[in-house]
């Protein structure tokens, strides 16, 4: 607390802190890939799937036989987001053991790669395969679930860097950054969606096979090319297990 610095050597401090830079770009491609596809999913459900197979397979869960299909697509959607919600939750009690044996960054490119991989496949589903649609977003959002702790605890590790590179610490800002990159990802996400959405003709009142086919990709290939640069940004992210206890060493010996 004794310590003052200007916000310009902060920020010069950022720009030459390689791992700063790195999860900058990662969080920025992350939350893209969210809001693309995110913005896309109900359509995915509402022009795609087939109505009455749906009804066959909540029928399976306990919800009964709905009376229209609109109402059909909002419980099969509802129960879509329950099931990934759930094992979301599930990646992220993995997280911590998982990255005290193979280290944070090593877990991180993992589980978003698998994430990649199953955001990829999941526009080749069948619509007549509605169990397949719910058990890849399982298997991706557990696998993303895993990278959600990740992300904000290298935040503090790429604050531990800054000080031990430059003695200067600098926590707000790098964490401010940051979620600077997650709110940009966030909106220029929606645009990217909306964009693709016109390039493939989408009107409500009349879906064409054009506009179905273009609603599949945006929920999946473009996303998960997306995600790609995400893990790309992580390989040159060099804060590994072994570098991230020297810096907590050194740091406490300067302390002393």
């Known amino acids: 607390k004794e310590e003052e610095s200007t916000l310009k050597e902060a920020f010069s401090d950022l720009i030459h802190t390689g791992p700063w830079i790195a999860i900058f770009l990662a969080t920025l491609f992350i939350f893209t890939n969210l809001s693309v596809r995110g913005g896309v999913l109900y359509y995915y459900f509402s022009y795609y ?26 419980k099969a959607f509802e129960l879509f987001n329950m099931s990934g919600m759930a094992f979301t939750i599930v990646g992220i009690l993995l997280s911590k053991p998982l990255a005290a044996r193979f280290g944070k960054r090593n877990v991180f490119i993992v589980g978003l790669s698998l994430a990649t991989f199953f955001c990829a496949i999941f526009g080749a589903v069948d619509k007549s395969s509605p169990w397949l649609t719910y058990l890849i977003n399982i298997s991706q959002t557990l696998s993303y679930g895993i990278t959600i702790p990740l992300l904000w605890a290298m935040f ?26 997650l709110k940009f990802g966030l909106g220029i996400g929606g645009a990217i969606g909306g964009y693709f959405l016109q390039i493939y003709g989408y009107d409500a009142d009349n879906v064409t096979d054009t506009a179905i086919t273009g609603v599949r990709l945006i929920a999946s290939v473009y996303p998960a090319i997306i995600f790609v640069f995400g893990v790309i940004c992580l390989f040159f992210y060099r804060i590994d297990k072994k570098l991230e ?10 302390k002393k």
């Open 49 to 74: 799937l087939n109505t009455d197979i749906l009804q066959n397979f909540l029928s399976g869960f306990g919800y009964a036989v709905q009376p229209d299909a609109d109402t059909t697509i909002a």
């Open 156 to 181: 503090g590790d790429v604050a531990d860097y800054s000080e031990w590179k430059f003695k200067r610490r600098a926590t707000g800002v790098v964490f401010a950054a940051v979620v600077f990159a």
């Open 245 to 254: 206890i020297q810096i907590q060493n050194d740091l406490e010996d300067r």
